[in-house]
């Protein structure tokens, strides 16, 4: 009797089949037999994202462009624009390659969206200089050779001239002494503190920070 019951249970072979079938539910919610359907499914062509019209004025042009809702200030500049100058480093708003300038002000252009600076006034590093003649903080980058590589360089060189704006104003730093000053003192301990969300792996900062002393006139 013990031994016919024991027949009629499962047996090893339907106990490991089950696990199989129970690991593969669990560890990619698709039963078993569903493989080939999904694979259909994979080589489908994806739906194209919505897009819609925009215009920029970059560089004093106005430019217009379908863009995804969705795009960043960064990725409509080097993807749909042609404007590589900006750089994608971190894509965080850690590193600063993708500085630019949004009506006068230094922006992440990683963080921000295309779309909400319709309007504005946008600034690349491609725009600074007049024709032949480079701004004087790309000067000054060139005569203190303030990059090495050169890949955070653009960043570096559209937050200074923010940064020199900002100062002009009269706008104190975590390091400033004397905060109601409407002075303020391009000191080293000043620039690097002013210019701290702008990183250079290369470790270019003693070149980097002359070269600001000089396009301050604080040399």
């Not at 300038?101 to 590093?125: F, K, P, W, Y």
């Not at 004087?136 to 020199?164: E, H, K, N, W």
């Not at 100062?167 to 730093?173: D, L, T, V």
Request: net charge negative; hydrophobic share 40%; aromatic share 2%.
């Amino acid at each position: 009797m013990a031994e016919a019951e024991r027949r009629k249970g499962p047996t090893r072979r339907t106990v490991l089949e089950g696990g199989v079938a129970t690991g593969l539910l669990l560890a990619t919610g698709m039963p078993v037999g569903a493989e080939q359907a999904d694979t259909v499914t994979a080589t489908a062509s994806p739906t194209p994202a919505p897009t819609m019209p925009m215009s920029l004025r970059i560089n004093a042009k106005d430019l217009a462009v379908d863009l995804d809702p969705r795009t960043t200030l960064l990725d409509a500049l080097r993807n749909h624009l042609g404007l590589t100058g900006s750089k994608k480093g971190c894509d965080h708003g850690q590193c600063g390659a993708c500085t630019v300038l949004v009506d006068g002000r230094r922006i992440n252009s990683c963080l921000t969206l295309a779309a909400m600076h319709q309007g504005d006034e946008i600034t690349t590093i491609e725009g600074l200089a007049e024709g032949d003649r480079l701004n004087p903080v790309q000067a000054a980058f060139v005569a203190r050779d303030g990059f090495q590589c050169g890949y955070c360089t653009p960043g570096q060189i559209c937050s200074v001239v923010g940064m020199l704006d900002e100062a002009k104003a009269g706008w104190p730093s975590h390091v400033s002494t004397d905060v109601a000053s409407a002075a303020v003192a391009l000191t080293d301990a000043e620039i690097r503190e002013r210019m701290s969300g702008n990183i250079c792996r290369c470790a270019a900062y003693p070149n980097i920070v002359a070269a600001i002393r000089d396009a301050s006139g604080e040399a």
